[in-house]
């Protein structure tokens, strides 16, 4: 059974985009468009190279915003103001999903490569404020990245979670690894399941994943 797997869990860490809402909202399409604008103006390169920028660098430093610190010098902060200037009222509260996170037992977290405001506005439009013991964005763990080992530790740390005793869920299979191998309980939240030796769990349910926590 899954409860099983999660018995002494005491420590809940959830990702923020796809993870905290259903992918199908679209929301990060938003955040895309905002990078690829935000690459145009400051490398002074067409759409489709700013485009193709932001994928070569998500997949070889994590985030858009690594590859452009690293490669450019990019001011982080700057950056992370403008691409989260988005349209939250595409976002739909859940009470379901707010009542199972609330009956988890210990403390539970946020964790995104997002920043800390950002999520704020997030975890609002969503009906989930309140519910969290702590709020982390990519600025709390000095704006390395997951799936960076040493940002995972960094947070973590900051917090004092009890990683012997905590799991993590997450959209994107990669930011799994390095909690799996901390000894996290791992719950890959996605409409298809990925096949890799550090996820422990799937499911495109988190509320009814949850719900088999109880």
Not at 138 to 163: M, S, T, W
């Amino acid at each position: 059974m899954v409860s099983s797997s999660f018995c002494g869990v005491r420590g809940w860490v959830f990702d923020l985009d796809n993870t905290l809402y259903p992918p199908e909202i679209r929301l990060f399409d938003q955040i895309e468009q905002r990078m690829v604008a935000f690459v145009m103006q400051e490398l002074k390169v067409d759409q489709a190279v700013a485009n193709q920028l932001r994928r070569d660098y998500w997949a070889t430093y994590g985030t858009t915003l690594a590859g452009l610190m690293r490669r450019h010098d990019m001011d982080p902060v700057r950056y992370l103001h403008d691409v989260h200037d988005i349209d939250f009222s595409v976002i739909a509260p859940d009470p379901d999903l707010r009542n199972r996170i609330s009956e988890l037992p210990g403390r539970k977290i946020v964790y995104t490569n997002g920043s800390r405001t950002y999520a704020h506005k997030v975890l609002e439009a969503r009906g989930l404020s309140g519910i969290f013991d702590a709020v982390y964005g990519v600025e709390n763990a000095n704006y390395q990245p997951k799936p960076e080992r040493a940002a995972f530790e960094h947070v973590f740390g900051l917090d004092g979670l009890d990683i012997s005793a905590a799991a993590m869920f997450e959209d994107d299979p990669r930011n799994l690894a390095a909690p799996y191998d901390m000894g996290m309980r791992t719950v890959h939240v996605a409409p298809a399941p990925h096949d890799a030796p550090f996820i422990d769990h799937h499911t495109d349910n988190l509320t009814g994943f949850l719900a088999q926590l109880s």
